[in-house]
């Protein structure tokens, strides 16, 4: 099952030179990175990364994560996957760029 991480490009950066991030502030704050389905995505951008450019878009296999990904109830109840250790650019399975165009990020085609 695919699941998807954004990233502001200094992480994404952060990523690629490190080989491994603990993410973004909020996911350090909280203790584990957070990711969404396809069918949450939309809602995730347009809630925490509302008029911000410059964004990536990473997709990843949720079964290639092992046990160390949990499913828990968040926004309204719907479970959202959660990773309980580093993430590793060898996770990724590839990245797009989310660009922002009149207010609105631009999902890959396919993606949603």
Same mark, same amino acid.
Do not use: N, Q, Y
């Given at each position: 099952m695919l699941i998807l /991480?954004? $990233? @502001?490009d200094d992480e994404w950066q952060e990523l690629r030179n490190q080989? =491994?991030?603990l993410g973004a502030p909020i996911d350090i704050a909280d203790g584990y990175l957070? $990711? +969404?389905t396809p069918e949450q995505a939309a809602e995730t951008a347009a809630k925490h990364f509302a008029d911000e450019d410059d964004l990536w878009l990473l997709g990843l =296999?949720?079964?290639a994560l092992g046990d /160390?990904?949990?499913w =828990?109830? +968040?926004r309204g109840g719907a479970l959202f996957p959660h990773l309980y @250790?580093?993430? /590793?650019l060898d996770d990724v399975?590839?990245?797009q760029p989310l660009p922002l165009q009149d207010g609105v990020h631009q999902f890959p085609a396919g993606v949603l």
């Open positions: /991480k954004i $990233f @502001r080989g =491994e991030t957070h $990711f +969404s =296999e949720a079964d /160390k990904l949990v =828990e109830p +968040s @250790r580093p993430l /590793k399975a590839w990245a």
